[in-house]
């Protein structure tokens, strides 16, 4: 029996380039080909597959928000294909077989379908509906952040905010800042709601560094951190920062 395989990307040249090399394999079935995660599920829904070539950054529904409303009974073996090597450790940590780095060659292709096949024939095939269900009601307690060639694990716990800075977020911890490409709404999704909270809507603070809130001007606050650092929080964050911290209290 064939693996029947989706692809999911919304370059045509990243598709066309799986669609060619999967062609080689006799036991692949290309079921078909999305352009975005909106797609991709609606062809989950329909038809069952036991593999999918997934990218991350796409329109509507990204990579990873995918696997979340994916129904768990829909969910096959996932392959991440992306340029960027920052979402790798949170790949891994979703229950992916691999993860593909743009441009790969065949060598490294042909590596990611032995990883397949052998989690397809294992008795012990680890349930991933199950890992992904954990996926949905945790939260990561450390991300991976490029850094030049090296790719550096920054504990959660050891941010103090983080901050919007267009099409990245800016983690600041202590007398570092790692530089991310992310948006704030998608890190703001994998960080412990019960301890960051969003003050402005550019920034997210960690609620065990506020020192105290001052008033400011026209119902907006000042956060101090205990380093001294000041933020600005906006009055519409307000309500729900003063009772996170009344909570704490």
């Keep these: 029996m064939g693996i029947r395989t989706l692809i999911v990307d919304d370059e045509r040249l990243g598709r066309e380039r799986l669609r060619q090399m999967l062609a080689t394999e006799p036991d692949i079935i290309l079921q078909g080909e999305c352009r975005n995660g909106t797609e991709a599920l609606e062809q989950l829904r329909a038809r069952s597959a036991d593999l999918v ?3 991350v950054q796409m329109p509507e529904l990204d990579g990873f928000r995918l696997m979340e409303v994916a129904p768990p009974e829909c969910l096959p073996l ?19 077989v691999d993860y593909l780095l743009k441009p790969f060659d065949q060598a490294r292709f042909t590596k990611t ?14 349930d991933l509906s199950a890992a992904f269900e954990t996926v949905r009601r945790s939260r990561t307690s450390r991300l991976a952040v490029r850094e030049g060639s ?11 905010w983080v901050e919007a800075a267009d099409n990245y977020v800016c983690l600041h911890c202590g007398p570092s800042t790692h530089v991310l490409r992310e948006t704030l709404h998608s890190i703001e999704a994998l960080l412990d709601g019960n301890t960051f909270v969003r003050i402005h809507r550019s920034i997210i603070v960690n609620l065990d560094r506020v020192k105290e809130l001052q008033p400011w001007f026209r119902g907006d606050y000042r956060v101090i951190l205990h380093d001294g650092t000041k933020l600005s929080m906006s009055r519409t964050f307000r309500e729900r920062v003063q009772k996170q911290l009344l909570r704490w209290s």
Excluded at 115 to 124: C, L
Excluded at 153 to 159: L, M, S
């Design 78 to 96: 996932v392959v991440f294909v992306t340029a960027y090597d920052e979402y790798a450790l949170r790949a891994f940590e979703v229950g992916a």
């Design 113 to 126: 379908l032995e990883r397949v096949r052998t989690r397809i024939g294992a008795a012990d095939r680890p």
């Design 53 to 55: 070539f997934l990218d």
């Design 150 to 160: 090296r790719l550096t694990v920054v504990k959660t716990e050891a941010i103090d």
